[in-house]
């Protein structure tokens, strides 16, 4: 089995920064993928930004150039620094990995995190 366990939101003014943090623990062979999801009230779950393996990334175009997505490998930790912060950035946050349990297989599972509130006051 797999947690990943979240930190870092919290309320900030607009034009601030906050940085999440995801770490993955337990059974773990390779992540493939660790992302960042986010849903406003009302509103449907929308990526925000994920980063492979590799370290290639992508993102949604509303965060381009103000987000950034890094990730320790060694820690299977992801990192979501969130600069320029704006009031339509308010959401419950989410971490998503993909992840290849053993060696023995090929087959990846879909985690989420608990998700963590990111309020940005205007």
């Known amino acids: 089995q797999v947690q990943l366990v979240e930190s870092g939101g919290g309320l900030v003014q607009a034009g601030g920064s906050l940085r999440l943090s995801c770490a993955a623990s337990?059974?773990?062979?390779?992540?493939?993928?660790m992302g960042w999801y986010r849903q406003a009230p009302g509103k449907q779950r929308e990526l925000v930004a994920h980063?492979?393996?590799?370290?290639?990334?992508n993102y949604a175009e509303s965060v381009k150039g103000r987000f950034t997505i890094s990730s320790d490998n060694a820690k299977n930790t992801v990192y979501l620094q969130m600069n320029s912060l704006k009031p339509e950035d308010t959401a419950v946050y989410y971490c998503?990995?993909?992840?290849?349990?053993?060696?023995?297989?090929?087959?990846?599972?879909?985690?989420w995190g608990q998700g963590t509130q990111v309020t940005v006051s205007s």
């Open positions: 980063i492979g393996s590799s370290g290639n990334t």
């Open positions: 998503n990995a993909i992840i290849r349990p053993s060696i023995l297989t090929y087959r990846t599972s879909d985690y």
């Open positions: 337990g059974t773990i062979y390779r992540i493939n993928v």
